[in-house]
């Protein structure tokens, strides 16, 4: 078993962090948030991620896994130190090294022994050669220090069944040594391993997350289709779905993808090859779809409604998927502030987003609208002129066609997630609209 640091306890550091304790390594997270650290020393997961909590708790009190802010005693005689800090995107599209910089200085400074350095964080192509480079630059100490690139293929809301059962781990060196370290710290997952040159590696982990944008915008683009020569998206993707080199899994055409991933990576690639002067035309493409499909649902209710000014507007999830708290890229945030500047009265429910919601709308007035958040569908739909649906929460899933009728004052619903049965709803007396299917 290995002693292992963790730079960053974000989802990517955390997740990872915590895992490879389960597994037998010995963990030290670091991070440079003093709260965060004695929430976590508390045994509390400063994000919500099912089964976090109890792994952080168990391997604990087990002794297996520490949080500090003081890096120089994690780093110093660590065999491998992951790196799992943020890589947000900047206004030109590529992505900010700023964090990794100030980790990588970091370790330079603090490491006594022979170690492996792991970034973890998504970065673009070259970026681990200049990590290596940048730490060799700063030592301090006469040791011998490697970066392998390990990218991380967990998604939110399953992050911990994601990387203890991943079904690929991608490692990517450049010397026998760091390939078999990697290869160490991995045996216990029991996971199957591809084990790669770090460029590939690093363009792995692009690649696949801009294949799965392009694959839902591919689907919205179709959707939209569909809906004006008559066919169903849902029908089409299922026929679809038989043929194993298409695959069943991410052809649901929706209010496109949101997250920190998808937007981010797809810009980021896009901008990589714009700096190598090539134009990635298919990556382009799935990001101009996916903006025009965020606001598809405003678009058409739109069309129906003259105004949205003192209407009563339900809203049903908030979170750019459902199983996390999290909002980024989420198509709440591009429909809401439309809705609000029309004079909107929005009652919004969301099971765990709300309280984020609000730290960007605060309850009550907002421009000319107005926004307030329910604990319960009930409350948002009593009496509602019309309901927008933006996240397939089980609990939004669960609404009967019937409970539309009987609780909007108009039962008019429009539906980012095709989550309901058209003639379902048609048959309950609901106005339904969705995507991709028919009105
Ligand atoms: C994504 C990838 O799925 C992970 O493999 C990857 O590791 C992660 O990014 C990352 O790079 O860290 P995540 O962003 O958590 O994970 O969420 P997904 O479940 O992939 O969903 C992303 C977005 O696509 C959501 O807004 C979701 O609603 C949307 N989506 C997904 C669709 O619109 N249609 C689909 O069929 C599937």
Redesign the pocket.
């Known amino acids: 078993m290995f002693k292992i640091a963790v730079a960053g306890t974000g ?2 550091g955390l997740v990872a962090g915590v895992c490879f304790a389960e597994v037998g390594h010995q963990v030290t997270c670091v991070d440079i948030d003093e709260e965060k650290v004695d929430l976590m020393k508390s045994g509390n997961s400063p994000i919500y991620e099912e089964g976090l909590e109890e792994l952080m708790k168990k391997n604990y009190v087990a002794g297996r896994i520490d949080y500090t802010t003081d890096y120089k005693s994690a780093y110093k005689d660590a065999d491998a130190i992951f790196i799992g800090v943020g890589t947000p995107e900047q206004p030109d599209g590529s992505a900010n090294l700023s964090y990794i910089a100030t980790v990588a200085r970091q370790i330079a400074e603090s490491i006594e022994k022979d170690c492996l350095v792991v970034v973890k964080s ?1 970065v673009p192509v070259g970026t681990n050669d200049k990590v290596e480079q940048f730490i060799n630059d700063f030592l301090v100490n006469d040791v011998k220090v490697e970066v392998a690139s390990n990218p ?6 399953s992050a911990v069944h ?1 990387t203890l059962y991943a079904e690929r781990v991608i490692i990517g060196t450049e010397s026998k040594w760091a390939e078999e370290l990697m290869m160490n710290i991995y045996e216990p997952f029991h996971l199957p391993v591809v084990s790669v040159n770090r460029r590939s590696a690093e363009m792995i ?1 692009y690649a ?2 801009d294949f ?1 944008a392009l ?2 915008s591919y ?1 919205n683009d179709i959707a939209n289709l569909c809906e004006l020569v008559g066919a169903d998206i849902q029908d089409v993707a299922r026929g679809m779905s038989f043929d194993e080199r298409i695959g069943s ?14 937007p981010k ?1 797809t810009k980021a690639l896009e901008n990589i090859a714009r700096q190598n002067g090539y134009e990635l035309k298919t990556v382009k493409a799935a990001i101009d779809v996916n903006q025009e499909q965020k606001t598809m649902l405003y678009k058409k209710a739109s069309k129906r409604l003259i105004t949205f000014n003192g209407l009563k507007v339900a809203v049903l999830g908030l979170t ?2 459902p199983g ?1 708290d999290d909002l980024r890229e ?1 198509a709440s945030l591009e429909n809401i502030p439309l809705l609000l500047e029309q004079g909107a009265n929005i009652y919004a429910f969301d099971p765990v987003g709300a309280e984020n919601f609000a730290k960007v709308y605060p309850e009550g007035h907002n421009g000319k609208g107005r926004i307030t958040y329910v604990a319960n569908i009930e409350e948002a739909l009593e009496g509602a002129n019309v309901c927008f649906v933006f996240t397939e929460w089980g609990e939004v899933k669960a609404v009967t066609p019937e409970s539309y009728k009987k609780l909007m004052r108009t039962p008019l619903v429009f539906d980012g997630r095709n989550i309901y049965e058209v003639d379902e709803m048609g048959r309950a007396g609901v106005e339904y609209h969705s995507i991709g299917r028919k009105e």
Not at 152 to 157: D, I, K, M, T, V
Not at 249 to 262: Q, T, V
Request: with cysteine; proline share 0%.
């Open positions: 989802y990517v998504t991380e293929f967990l998604a939110q809301g994601d982990k696949s997350n799965l694959k839902i689907m899994k991410f052809l649901n055409a929706g209010i496109g993808y949101g997250g920190s991933c998808f990576d750019f998927k996390t989420a």
